[in-house]
């Protein structure tokens, strides 16, 4: 990895990523829930903002961007079928779209199911993928616009990365779904170690996110609707994968 990524919180439970190339000075932000922490990091370490990549059109996710864009001049990058609903943009962009950021390549991929017209940002070179609502740290975001079988389609799509790939993702909500996935598949050692891991990052106060995809393959239940354990953990053999992925978001939702 070249880049340097950043974890910022903010608010109650978000997260923002600033990615920085330390060759070219460029320093690009995902997501703006607030300006304030951004505005921190970035003057911490000296750094311009030189563009801001939005994932969705969420207020918890956009909040910070015109703040932010007024004093840094940063372009903004987001999705042209969510462009109605976001802050103005300077590029629209849509799923098999690729830009050039730093001189590494950035592929966007439609991941809705939470919102329409939600986009991840891939960057290949980096082995990372910046996923906001769509997968999440032992989890996936609320299917409040999307169907269960777009939702489905979209993280079987990042579950085809390659497992070195590092998932940033949007929310401080790992533990929390960690003891919902113990009710799942309590018998799972990979899971039961990640969530003890979890539990005590949590009580020091420690970021959980980003992860890796290899993590979100052996523990997020999200993720494993498909494979016959998962299946005959929740009496469901034989039924397809969209079927088990709605139960399993069902059974999380009421959790």
Not at 73 to 79: E, K, L, P, R, Y
Not at 124 to 142: I, Q
Not at 148 to 163: E, G, H, I, T, V
């Amino acid at each position: 990895m070249t880049f340097e990524i950043v974890t910022v919180p903010c608010r109650a439970d978000n997260y923002a990523f600033l990615v920085h190339d330390p060759d070219t000075s460029r320093t690009a932000l995902i997501d703006a829930p607030e300006a304030a922490p951004i505005e921190a990091a970035l003057d911490a370490r000296g750094w311009g903002l030189d563009e801001i990549w939005i994932t969705h059109h969420h207020g918890d996710h956009v909040e910070g961007v015109d703040a932010l864009r007024d004093r840094f001049s940063a372009s903004v990058t987001g999705a042209t079928a969510d462009a109605h609903r976001l802050p103005a943009l300077d590029r629209k962009v849509a799923d098999g779209d690729a830009f050039d950021f730093a001189g590494s390549q950035v592929e966007v991929l439609d991941v809705s199911g939470h919102t329409i017209g939600h986009v991840a940002f891939h960057v290949p070179k980096e082995n990372a993928v910046f996923t906001a609502d769509s997968l999440m740290a032992l989890g996936c975001g609320r299917v409040f616009e999307g169907t269960p079988a777009m939702m489905w389609k979209s993280l079987s799509r990042l579950a085809a990365l390659p497992d070195e790939t590092t998932v940033c993702s949007g929310h401080e909500y790992t533990a929390t779904n960690a003891r919902f996935a113990l009710t799942i598949e309590p018998d799972n050692p990979a899971l039961a170690a990640r969530a003890e891991a979890v539990f005590q990052a949590a009580e020091a106060g420690l970021p959980t996110v980003p992860s890796t995809l290899a993590e979100e393959r052996a523990t997020n239940p999200f993720l494993r609707a498909g494979l016959p354990e998962m299946k005959a953990a929740l009496g469901m053999e034989g039924e397809d994968d969209i079927a088990v992925f709605a139960e399993i978001r069902g059974r999380k939702d009421r959790f």
